[in-house]
């Protein structure tokens, strides 16, 4: 059992505001570079690549990948929920102009080079696909547990004048102490692991009504490049939960939209059953959008992360959308016991994959603007007492909840038990 929980945490993670995402992206292939073992074989796109034996003039042999061979998607492929939802992802994306203004990144100036540059690639990819309606700006910060990453943190903090941090013992914290429940990651020789999180706004220490928008973390095992690089979606998923924090209000940055958020919730005006919740959507969208925007530039992403094998690692508890939904939240505080830290785990897991299961089901039916859109709506019921996720899904989509669950569940299900998943099979 505990063997099994440690290889789903590889995959999907458990913390409030945190995401701890272990990712494992295809590689990249180029014909006529080396390949690990002959015989592999690796799918992009529409081009299938083998490793192969090459006998070199001198008569040694290497394995390299060949040319590839070019196959046609079948047609009953092009019927699924999955590839109807990708489709319309990356026709929006193509769609949206190339931001000049870029996220302001502070990486450790010790990270492999390359590895810098694909997480500036993996956030601009980001910041392309949400656009400046969703996603006016936003910080974030790379790097392994060494005294950069405290420091850098502790300026940037200390300059914005934060009351919690603006003190004397900033410095003086460990890199443990940043991640604040999250966690480096596992150190393997193989692989850069990467975890990231996003917490909550932080207030101006000189006026209380003064938000300043919360930075996303990313979080190395390593400073050097590895063989796999397990880091293709972090940014991409924490960089959608900026985009949940600035649904919270309006303005042409995310400050300005955080301090309507702070100004509510001063005045008792949030519904905190919506503030960051339920974990089915804040965690699921941005597993299933981080997924995705990976999938442009690491093909397979999404067969490894959101397919059956992944769900087989679930425990065997309900992942009905209706009990997901309304599960109450896991107690986690001092003194947790093994068996409150697995209900943990398991908590958020589930969520995580039948949340991003919902979320592509919902991006394939009602259309991609329709799908990004609905954070609006969903942080606008976290000022109404009132509302349920329930009510405000069904203010935002022309389907009932009970309905929009039996087609939920039934594709999960499929999804878990390797059958087809054609869209007009949920929505005859």
């Known amino acids: 059992m505990k063997s099994k929980r440690n290889q789903l ?12 995402l272990n990712l494992t992206p295809a590689s990249a292939v180029t014909p006529g570079e080396g390949c690990q073992k002959v015989g592999q074989i690796s799918i992009v796109g529409e081009t299938k690549y083998f490793c192969v034996l090459h006998k070199k003039s001198d ?9 590839g061979v070019v196959f046609p998607e079948s047609p009953a492929k092009k019927l699924t929920v999955r590839y109807i939802a990708f489709t319309a992802l990356k026709s929006y994306f193509d769609k949206q102009p190339i931001r000049t203004d870029k996220v302001d990144a502070h990486i450790d100036p010790a990270l492999d080079p390359k590895i810098r540059d694909l997480f500036l690639t ?10 400046k309606d969703y996603l006016p700006d936003a910080t974030m910060f790379i790097g392994a547990a060494t005294p950069w990453y405290v ?16 003190d004397d013992q900033c410095i003086k914290r460990a890199p443990a102490d940043i991640a604040a429940g999250s966690g ?20 101006s220490a000189t006026d209380w009504k003064i938000k300043y928008a919360p930075p996303l973390y990313i979080y190395l095992s390593s400073l050097e490049s590895k063989l796999r690089l397990n880091i293709s979606a972090v940014a991409q998923h924490e960089l959608t939960h900026l985009v949940q924090w600035n649904a919270y209000g309006t303005g042409a940055t995310s400050n300005a939209r955080v301090t309507v958020y702070e100004s509510n919730r001063q005045n008792n005006n949030i519904n905190f059953t919506l503030l960051m919740r339920p974990e089915i959507w804040t965690e699921g969208s941005a597993y299933y959008f981080g997924n995705s925007l990976s999938e442009m530039r690491a093909p397979g992403r999404l067969e490894k992360d959101m397919s059956a094998e992944t769900g087989k690692r679930l425990s065997s508890r309900s992942k009905s959308l209706d009990f997901l939904t309304t599960e109450p939240y896991f107690y986690t505080g001092p003194n947790m016991t093994p068996e409150q830290d697995q209900a943990k785990d398991d908590f958020y897991q589930r969520r995580y994959w ?13 259309g991609m603007e329709k799908c990004m859109s609905f954070n609006r709506t969903w942080a606008d019921g ?14 935002h989509f022309p389907i009932t909840w009970e309905t929009w669950t039996k087609a939920t569940d039934a594709y999960v299900s499929d999804i878990l038990n390797s059958k087809p998943t054609p869209l007009t099979k949920y929505f005859p």
């Open 354 to 366: 039948v949340g991003g299961l919902m979320t592509e089901l919902m991006c394939a039916h009602f």
């Open 151 to 166: 420091k850098e943190q502790c300026d940037y903090a200390l300059n914005l004048n934060v009351i919690r941090l603006a």
């Open 59 to 67: 008569g040694r042999t290497s394995a390299i990948w060949n040319k």
């Open 9 to 20: 945490r590889v995959a999907i993670s458990a913390a409030l505001f945190v995401s701890l």
């Open 122 to 131: 993996y956030a601009e990819d980001a910041f392309r696909f949400w656009g």
């Open 382 to 395: 976290a000022t109404d007492k009132n509302a349920t996720f329930k009510s405000v899904f069904e203010k």
């Open 184 to 203: 480096w990651p596992n150190q393997d020789p193989q692989q850069l692991n990467a975890n990231g999180a996003v917490y909550a706004p932080w207030t």
